[in-house]
């Protein structure tokens, strides 16, 4: 077992003994039958902001049932909970990357969501088709233009990146990013194969530098003038104009949110979703956590954090994603984005897009 699962088992210890202490340690509990491994979920997450840890406080809250997280990349804990199976102390798993957890489904690491409240909160567009995870937030995989020397006017789509008029002007990370392995999987998704991989070729031609560096990265190196147009998700803005680093701040005054395909397919979106483990040991707590976290108390607390659209239609997003305007989503189901990751991958790798 890795540092981070001994710390996290450790904790499940120390808070059952400190529950044990609580109640007077009269008498000998176990902690499968105890009533304080009842009112304990715990999570795996590769989430880390402070807001996810105020809405397990207010779950706690209300539920009286405290969280236990362990957080790491979602390749580890997928990985993790694969190979503890049915010992596995994880009643939940967030992962962001609906391709992500595709993978998760894949390897059955999850139960089914029966929650009427769950499918309720969250649109089917937004769910696994047989509801093995439902998304939490949403996020949009947008054009980043400068503003002194693009005008929107000219934008247009996702497909339009490969034309002529695109050349030395596309700034765009590495291949091997989830995000941009996604983009393609719709891409492939909507438009096949073929035209997909004509595109990515496209593309990398009209590619200012070789792939490099993240989102925040492409942003940057637009208000540079090393090119015009990146592409990037939106909350990676929201952050940036958000930021204590003053030149992040000026980056981000010094480009515009461009939402493509709005006359055809669509813009990319995609999620970090939250799914119950095959072998959850405290599935009835993790069903109401579920069903507290797609709900509009806890879907207004995402909205304010992180610059993520919220997943419960019922919610409106924060000011800044409401200035940016509404946009139309591909209407594609998320699974696509798992199923065809692979073949995203390998046109990547065809074209040699790095
Ligand atoms: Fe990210």
Request: aromatic content about 8%; glycine content about 6%.
């Amino acid at each position: 077992m890795n540092r981070k699962g001994t710390i996290f088992l450790s904790l499940v210890l120390i808070l059952s003994m400190l529950a044990l202490a609580a109640c007077g340690g009269g008498e000998q509990v176990t902690s499968d039958t105890s009533e304080e491994k009842d009112m304990v979920v715990n999570l795996y997450t590769d989430r880390h902001y402070d807001t996810d840890e105020e809405l397990y406080k207010l779950f706690t809250e209300e539920t009286g049932i405290k969280v236990n997280v362990l957080k790491d990349t979602s390749d580890v804990l997928i990985e993790k909970l694969n190979v503890e199976g049915a010992d596995t102390e994880a009643d939940l798993l967030i992962a962001t990357d609906a391709g992500r957890l595709f993978r998760a489904k894949d390897l059955g690491l999850f139960d089914t969501i029966t929650s009427e409240t769950v499918i309720n909160n969250i649109e089917p567009n937004l769910r696994d088709i047989d509801n093995s995870w439902t998304a939490l937030t949403v996020r949009a995989r947008v054009l980043a233009y400068s503003l002194d020397r693009v005008d929107p006017a000219d934008l247009s789509t996702y497909e339009a990146l490969a034309e002529d008029a695109y050349a030395g002007k596309i700034l765009v990370r590495s291949s091997t990013n989830i995000y941009n392995q996604s983009l393609m999987a719709s891409i492939i998704a909507i438009n096949g194969e073929d035209a997909a991989k004509e595109w990515a070729a496209g593309v990398l031609t009209n590619m200012a530098r070789n792939p490099q560096g993240n989102d925040r990265a492409q942003a940057t190196a637009v208000v540079a003038g090393e090119g015009d147009v990146a592409i990037m998700n939106t909350y990676y803005v929201g952050k940036m104009l958000n930021s204590e680093d003053a030149e992040e701040v000026k980056v981000a005054e010094s480009i515009g949110v461009f939402f493509p395909n709005q006359d055809t397919t669509g813009t990319h979106i995609n999620v970090s979703g939250i799914g119950i483990t095959k072998h959850a040991k405290n599935k009835d707590n993790a069903v109401k956590f579920v069903e507290f976290m797609t709900s509009e108390a806890a879907q207004s607390v995402f909205a304010q954090a992180n610059y993520e659209y919220p997943a419960n239609k019922s919610v409106e997003p924060s000011d800044l994603l409401k200035s940016w305007g509404e946009f139309k989503a591909q209407d594609i189901n998320l699974v696509e984005l798992g199923k065809y990751n692979q073949r995203a991958v390998e046109i990547f790798n065809e074209v040699g897009w790095e």
